[in-house]
C-alpha cells in the first residue's frame, strides 16, 4: 500500500505560485475541482511528516491518513490574502492530527524509559542521543516502539528482564524467583541487554536526529 501511495506521490508537480493563488481564488468561490487540486499538491508535505515518525509501514499509512484530515482543516480555514505559505501554515495542523494518533495508539503500553533500576540508572541512558530528542511527546512514543522491537529481539533471559523492569515494574528478586537465577545474575543480565540494545538502535537514533 505504501509504495502504491509513493508512485502516485511521484506524479505530483509543484505548484508555481501564480498558480496556486489561482487556485486558492477559486477554491474560494466554491471550486471543488481547485479544492481538490490544492489537496493533492500538498500530499507530499503530509508523506514527509509522516516519515519523520520513523515508523513501520502499516502505522506510517495511518499517520499519512490522519495528516490528510489534518490538512483538509488546515484548507478549510487558511486565509491565502494573509500573505503566509500555505505549507507553513498547514504543516502544524497536520503535525498536531500525527501526534494525536501516536499518543491514543501508544499511550496505554508505552516503555518506560525514564524509570530507575535499583542501581539508579534509566534505560534513557543507554540509548545514544535519546536526551536531544525533540519534546513533542508523540516522537517520544516512537522511539519507545523502537525500544520495545529491540527488546523482542533479545535472548530469552535478557528479554524476561528487561519485560520485567521496564513493562512490568518487578524488583530484581521477584524477577531473580520467576526465572530462577541469583538477584546479582539479574544485574548483570539486565545491563547486557540494554548494552544490546544500544547497539541495535546506533543507527535508528543518528537517523533520528537528522
Known amino acids: 500500500m505504501l509504495q502504491k501511495y509513493l508512485t502516485e506521490l511521484k506524479k505530483i508537480k509543484m505548484l508555481s505560485p501564480e498558480e496556486e493563488r489561482e487556485l486558492w481564488i477559486r477554491e474560494e468561490e466554491g471550486d471543488e475541482a481547485a479544492h481538490q487540486k490544492l489537496i493533492s499538491s500538498y500530499q507530499p508535505l503530509v508523506f514527509k511528516t509522516a516519515v519523520q515518525f520513523h515508523m513501520p509501514e502499516e502505522i506510517t499509512l495511518e499517520l499519512i491518513q490522519e495528516g490528510t484530515v489534518g490538512l483538509l482543516e488546515a484548507a478549510e480555514s487558511y486565509d491565502y490574502t494573509k500573505g503566509v505559505a500555505f505549507s507553513l501554515y498547514a504543516v502544524h495542523r497536520i503535525r498536531g492530527r500525527m501526534c494525536d494518533f501516536m499518543n491514543r495508539e501508544f499511550s496505554r503500553d508505552e516503555l518506560s524509559l525514564d524509570r530507575e533500576t535499583a542501581e539508579g540508572w534509566s534505560l534513557a541512558e543507554f540509548i545514544p542521543g535519546l536526551q536531544l530528542l525533540p519534546e513533542e511527546l508523540a516522537e517520544r512514543h516512537a522511539v519507545s ?32 524467583a520467576d526465572i530462577k537465577v541469583t538477584p546479582g545474575h539479574i544485574y548483570r543480565l539486565e545491563k547486557q541487554g540494554v548494552r544490546r540494545i544500544r547497539g541495535m538502535l546506533s543507527r535508528f537514533m543518528r537517523d533520528f536526529k537528522k
Do not use: M
Open 145 to 176: 516502539y523502537r525500544v520495545s522491537q529491540a527488546i523482542d529481539r533479545l535472548p530469552q533471559k535478557e528479554k524476561l528482564v528487561l519485560q520485567g523492569i521496564f513493562l512490568e515494574n518487578k524488583t530484581p528478586s521477584v524477577l531473580a
